[in-house]
């Protein structure tokens, strides 16, 4: 049988786990557990056979996350953990968009999406067919990508970027090329919280993360009557109004530094639900108010399509050489880039500049 299923939770897995399931303890029950555990011993068996590794995103469930993630963190930390991995396989425990993003960096190794259908509601809101459009309208002008598009759009793109460095890889590439407008895509409201923190002018595209959009500052508003001492972090793929009333914007890395180095007392995280979970199972001193929107595509991931997919090698992650070349450029002038001198956020007072955003 392959479902996991016919692994049993013996002495031997409850002392190989334990340490995890103390960690974990809060967000999973003892009966789940008796499932899960042995499906991670196994996992972290056959990572350890196949010479693989597990990049699981921030929106990972915990179990995944904490139990057989061996590195975890933003779109950007796991990019940057693809380059470099000397895994002979990597399993994204993420979407599609990631998967891809690890073999444009490592076309050498095998790369595996646990689910096919893990998509994302921004990388399929644009094409490469729409961004050779757009340059036609706009010559001259750099093409920043988001990382949350797919291969051909970032083999049209001159350098991509994540929410924890789009301000600083607007300014670098308005800087290089001597223009004072650049091309931020797919995002709308990231487009609109970066123009918010810089001078350079923003031409952006409508493309909406179907988790962030949902927040208003009206959500917010009423967390701050009922928890007047919270702390309120928002992704800045939340509208702008939302970051308004919020006390700290950044990436999910950027969120998660907050609470484990501030240790607020009480903090809510605008974010995907799992992100809550993860951080929690380490900042024991924090309280947490969970209003949350689930991801659906991120939670097509699971325990038990990873066992399946280190077992059965799949769903292999294939990008066209040709487009995998061009893209590579994009994503590696990014990964290349200094990390910031600060941690980018989107809150703050410099905000209230004149903000001009051309919609396309
Ligand atoms: P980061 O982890 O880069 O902040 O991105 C959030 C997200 O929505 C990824 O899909
Ligand atoms: Fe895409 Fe939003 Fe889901 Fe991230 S949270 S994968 S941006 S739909």
């Known amino acids: 049988m392959a479902d996991g299923t016919q692994f049993a939770f013996t002495p031997e897995v409850e002392a190989a786990t334990h340490t995890l399931w103390n960690k974990v303890q809060k967000h999973v029950t003892p009966m789940e557990w008796r499932l899960q555990a042995p499906l991670i011993a196994e996992i972290n068996r056959l990572k350890r056979e196949k010479n693989a590794v597990i990049l699981a995103h921030n929106y990972m469930t915990p179990e995944i996350f904490h139990g057989v993630g061996d590195y975890v963190g933003d779109s950007l930390g796991l990019a940057k953990e693809a380059a470099k991995s000397d895994a002979a396989v990597i399993v994204q425990a993420g979407v599609h968009f990631m998967a891809e993003t690890s073999k444009i960096l490592s076309p050498e190794k095998k790369v595996l999406i646990p689910d096919l ?3 994302c509601s921004l990388a399929s809101s644009i094409t490469g067919a729409d961004v050779r459009l757009i340059k036609q309208r706009y010559p001259g002008l750099p093409v920043v990508t988001y990382v949350n598009t797919t291969a051909d759009v970032k083999a049209e793109t001159d350098i991509c970027c994540t ?4 301000v600083q890889v607007v300014e670098h590439v308005a800087r290089e090329w001597g223009v004072d407008r650049v091309i931020l895509i797919p995002d709308e409201f990231l487009a609109r919280n970066v123009a918010r923190q810089t001078n350079v002018g923003i031409i952006a595209w409508q493309g909406r993360c179907e988790v962030h959009e949902r927040f208003t500052a009206a959500d917010i508003l009423e967390l701050r009557e009922a928890y007047p001492e919270a702390q309120i972090l928002a992704h800045p793929e939340c509208p702008a109004e939302v970051l308004e009333v919020s006390d700290f914007a950044g990436s999910t890395a950027a969120m998660s530094d907050f609470v484990l180095n ?3 007392k009480q903090v809510v995280l605008i974010t995907e639900c799992s992100m809550a979970d993860n951080v929690a199972c380490d900042a024991t001193e924090t309280e947490f108010v969970r ?7 991120m939670k097509r991931i699971s325990l038990q399509n990873i066992y399946e997919a280190l077992l059965h090698d799949r769903y292999e992650v ?4 040709a487009i995998a070349d061009r893209a590579r450029l994009a994503v590696q002038r990014m990964v290349d880039m200094p990390p910031p001198a600060v941690p980018a956020r989107y809150d703050l007072v410099k905000a209230r500049h004149h903000v001009d955003v051309e919609l396309i």
Request: proline share 19%; net charge positive; aromatic share 0%.
């Open 117 to 119: 259908l893990a998509g």
């Open 163 to 166: 929410s924890a460095n789009a």
């Open 262 to 264: 501030r240790k607020p």
């Open 291 to 297: 209003p949350c929107n689930l991801c659906p595509h």
């Open 318 to 321: 294939t990008v066209d050489p």
